[in-house]
């Protein structure tokens, strides 16, 4: 039994020019629709639906699981586990809605709003994700990690202006750059200063890190897709691996967050 009725679908070269944004996915694109048919379009088959469904599902685990995994009473900042839930939220939001209404009638303006939601959210999990990393690094060097905390802050601000207003998927990689080289400023304080945090947290933040930049490059370089256009329309394709790779992210913060969580319980900064 269909539980909606699939429109027929377009290829490459009939679909609107603004979402002909990866040349080697052929087939299996979304006629332009109103709202409620792009709804519809969760109950049929169409090379969109891996990329609703690798958001889709993982935010509604992490909406109903996450919060059961915080300590929340151990945490002397309340503002650290709800910026961090926050954090593990945000992308998987913005990215679904994108997904889901991209082919709206609203025509490109639309699209362009939906796709500046989506870099948003990419924004804000690498924004909201790093705060408690940056106070629990300088947790001994309160007035450092104000400044600290205000210059990501700013820095953010200015990385979501870039990858909101950037026209390829390389400007808008390009955009979140600089909040990983301060981000890998803090692991390197960490590694050689006085830094403070799990050993183990730090292990998994590079790992977090890593992830993302692959993900990142995979979409960018548009593989497999690449070598074999038209076999990875609807299962497989780079962008479905990229949306896979964030999901493995935001999972190594999250258990990275919690081992600082967990180690600063009984954590005493040296006195002077």
Known sequence: MVLYKRPRLLDFTKTPQYLQFNKYVLTGYRPVST?????????????????????????FLFLVLLPFSIPWMEVDSVWIGVVHYLACLCPTVGSVVYHVFMNHVGGEHVYDTLLSLDMFGVCLVNTLGA????????????TIRQTALLAYILLSAYSIYCATTAHTNILRLQAFLWQAVFRFSLFLFRVFGSGAGSPDSLRLFVIMDSLAVMGGLVNVIQIPERFIPGLFDNWGNSHQIMHIMVICSIIYLH??????????????????
Not at 131 to 142: A, R, S, V
Not at 256 to 271: R, S
Request: proline fraction near 9%; hydrophobic fraction near 40%; include cysteine.
């Open 255 to 272: 258990w990275g967050t919690l081992e600082d969580l967990a180690w600063i319980k009984t954590y005493q900064c040296p006195t002077e």
């Open 131 to 142: 705060l408690p990393i940056i106070h629990i690094t300088l947790l001994c060097y309160p």
């Open 35 to 59: 709202a409620p048919e792009c709804l519809g379009s969760l109950f049929y088959m169409h090379n969109e639906l891996g990329n609703i469904y690798t958001h889709g599902v993982p935010f």
